[in-house]
């Protein structure tokens, strides 16, 4: 009987034990994934009615992510995706691959009526045309790419050249123009921890 007890506390004692390491790495998670929020697109910055497509959290290039995807009509989409870093330099390195990856795989036109408020932030925009060598306005998919201090901010927007509700450079701009001032607003007070508990 009393082995019967200790065998039955042992067990508590290891559940009470797993559960509040769990826990603990559920709230660093927790509170990186309220940062990354803090950060992200809102349906609010988009002009005219737009539905949430999806969301999701993961790691990429070695930090923690967050991407929201809202959608207008069947083939207008924009897609956001705000990583943060341990530091700078991975920040940086991660810049680098993103902008590897994602300006390499079409013919992108530099876009130059954008830049964000931090003169020191490193970043890319630019857009694919049906019409290359034509003026804006025929765009088919627009790719913004931002890195400030320890963040990286990623943006592709994707329009149908036979919609009537297409953005409109200048509001793409401004869409960006919200994204660019709320890196500026939030000071980083957390940065994702190790998952050990």
């Given amino acids: 009987m009393k082995r019967n007890k200790i065998i039955i506390l042992a067990i508590l004692l290891v559940a009470l034990l797993t559960s509040s390491c769990q826990t603990s790495r559920t709230s660093r998670v927790s509170q990186a994934q309220i940062q990354l929020v803090q950060y992200s697109l809102k349906k609010t910055d988009l002009p005219g009615s737009w539905s949430i497509e999806g969301e999701s959290w993961g790691a990429d290039y070695g930090g923690e992510s967050y991407a929201v995807t809202y959608i207008h009509e069947k083939l207008v989409f924009i897609t956001h995706m705000v990583s943060i870093y341990p530091n700078e330099d991975q920040a940086q390195l991660a810049y680098k691959e993103w902008e590897s990856e994602w300006f390499s795989i079409a013919k992108f036109k530099p876009v130059t009526s954008f830049s964000p408020m931090n003169t020191d932030d490193t970043f890319r925009y630019e857009c694919e045309q049906k019409d290359p060598d034509g003026p804006l306005g025929s765009l088919r998919l627009c790719i913004y790419l931002q890195q400030q201090n320890e963040i990286v901010s990623f ?22 123009g919200v994204l660019d001032e709320r890196l500026n607003e939030v000071v980083i007070d957390a940065k994702p921890e190790s998952d050990s508990p």
């Fill in 155 to 176: 943006v592709k927007i994707s329009l149908d050249e036979s919609s009537k509700d297409n953005l409109t450079i200048e509001e793409i701009n401004d869409i960006l």
